[in-house]
């Protein structure tokens, strides 16, 4: 990202981009300052946005063939293409020889290393993948954000929010903006704030209810539960949530053995860092054999309801009641 922000604060650009990765909040952000940065303000002759499968590479070629119109350059910028999961060859070819005149902004969620159109646009231009950022970089993240609206929140506090919203940055803008409304007036967001205004995700609850268990706190779990049930989540859907986080602990326990630190475990599981490291902590309280067992239990949970031998509220009930006793 550091070679990113270099360019769009000197104005010096490249003539083709790939943004991709998992964290569509940074993809926005940079799409648009970049599209600031190159375009003026209405200007909707030098600009040209396209999005989704079916895109003509033709169509592409022809309009960056195609002079901008008193500009210095045409930006041409396309989404979510499959352009770099598919073979394109023409567009891969062309983008080897195009014009200065011309700038292509690719912004893609998958791409394939291997293909022709990664290969042209890392000898053309830049490619920057915008992944999930860490714990540390969240908390700056919110510190400027909160900083910005003339407040204060302490370290602590924002460890709460992060805990409680989720690591995704959009999701986190959001809740931002329901603490700046709720807590108008106030100099500092605290913790109680956050547990008045902010939602928590439901992947939080199910943790929440599967700490529950660990601790043998059956009531505390059940409360979870019902708590979902008032949110309208349907008990298939929690059942396969809970099986998913008792099957995600067995991968993390795995790989403890094995001598994986955090790092090594959040990439290979495919978790966020700060979630791999509160799942390393959660699962010191299940031996491997009883993960298995409680998997292999939901299984038979779930059969037992579509074969309509158990109701699916109280099949769920029963569940968590068996193992947080």
Request: aromatic fraction near 10%; charged fraction near 35%; hydrophobic fraction near 40%.
């Given at each position: 990202?550091?070679?990113?922000?270099?360019?769009?604060?000197?104005?010096?650009?490249?003539?083709?981009?790939?943004?991709?990765?998992?964290?569509?909040?940074?993809?926005?952000?940079?799409?648009?300052?970049?599209?600031?940065?190159?375009?003026?303000?209405?200007?909707?002759?030098?600009?040209?946005?396209?999005?989704?499968?079916?895109?003509?590479?033709?169509?592409?070629?022809?309009?960056?063939?195609?002079?901008?119109?008193?500009?210095?350059?045409?930006?041409?910028?396309?989404?979510?293409?499959?352009?770099?999961?598919?073979?394109?060859?023409?567009?891969?070819?062309?983008?080897?020889?195009?014009?200065?005149?011309?700038?292509?902004?690719?912004?893609?969620?998958?791409?394939?290393?291997?293909?022709?159109?990664?290969?042209?646009?890392?000898?053309?231009?830049?490619?920057?993948?915008?992944?999930?950022?860490?714990?540390?970089?969240?908390?700056?993240?919110?510190?400027?954000?909160?900083k910005r609206e003339g407040r204060r929140?302490?370290?602590?506090?924002?460890?709460?929010?992060?805990?409680?919203?989720?690591?995704?940055?959009?999701?986190?803008?959001?809740?931002?903006?329901?603490?700046?409304?709720?807590?108008?007036?106030?100099?500092?967001?605290?913790?109680?704030?956050?547990?008045?205004?902010?939602?928590?995700?439901?992947?939080?609850?199910?943790?929440?209810?599967?700490?529950?268990?660990?601790?043998?706190?059956?009531?505390?779990?059940?409360?979870?539960?019902?708590?979902?049930?008032?949110?309208?989540?349907?008990?298939?859907?929690?059942?396969?949530?809970?099986?998913?986080?008792?099957?995600?602990?067995?991968?993390?326990?795995?790989?403890?053995?094995?001598?994986?630190?955090?790092?090594?475990?959040?990439?290979?599981?495919?978790?966020?860092?700060?979630?791999?490291?509160?799942?390393?902590?959660?699962?010191?309280?299940?031996?491997?054999?009883?993960?298995?067992?409680?998997?292999?239990?939901?299984?038979?949970?779930?059969?037992?309801?579509?074969t309509g031998r158990l109701n699916d509220?109280?099949?769920?009930?029963?569940?968590?009641?068996?193992?947080?006793?």
């Amino acid at each position: 990202m550091k070679s990113l922000n270099e360019d769009i604060k000197t104005g010096q650009f490249k003539s083709v981009y790939l943004l991709y990765g998992e964290e569509a909040y940074l993809k926005k952000q940079y799409k648009e300052r970049m599209t600031k940065a190159m375009i003026p303000d209405g200007d909707t002759i030098n600009y040209a946005y396209y999005e989704g499968k079916g895109i003509r590479p033709g169509e592409l070629i022809d309009l960056a063939e195609t002079m901008p119109f008193f500009a210095e350059r045409r930006l041409i910028t396309v989404e979510n293409s499959g352009f770099f999961k598919n073979a394109v060859p023409e567009l891969a070819d062309y983008i080897k020889t195009m014009p200065d005149t011309a700038c292509f902004l690719f912004i893609e969620n998958e791409i394939d290393k291997r293909g022709k159109m990664y290969k042209a646009v890392k000898d053309k231009g830049r490619i920057v993948e915008l992944g999930r950022q860490d714990e540390k970089t969240l908390l700056y993240w919110i510190g400027g954000n909160v900083k910005r609206e003339g407040r204060r929140i302490k370290e602590s506090a924002a460890r709460y929010l992060i805990s409680k919203a989720g690591t995704d940055m959009e999701n986190l803008e959001n809740e931002l903006e329901k603490l700046f409304s709720y807590t108008l007036g106030c100099d500092e967001i605290t913790a109680e704030d956050i547990d008045e205004i902010c939602t928590a995700q439901i992947s939080n609850k199910i943790f929440d209810m599967v700490e529950a268990v660990a601790e043998k706190k059956q009531r505390k779990a059940l409360d979870y539960y019902y708590d979902l049930l008032a949110l309208k989540e349907p008990p298939m859907r929690i059942l396969y949530l809970l099986a998913r986080q008792f099957r995600l602990l067995l991968e993390v326990k795995e790989l403890q053995k094995r001598g994986y630190d955090k790092s090594q475990i959040a990439k290979t599981a495919k978790l966020h860092p700060f979630v791999a490291g509160k799942y390393m902590q959660q699962c010191r309280s299940f031996t491997g054999k009883e993960l298995l067992r409680i998997m292999e239990e939901a299984a038979d949970t779930e059969e037992m309801v579509k074969t309509g031998r158990l109701n699916d509220v109280m099949s769920v009930e029963i569940f968590i009641v068996k193992f947080s006793v």
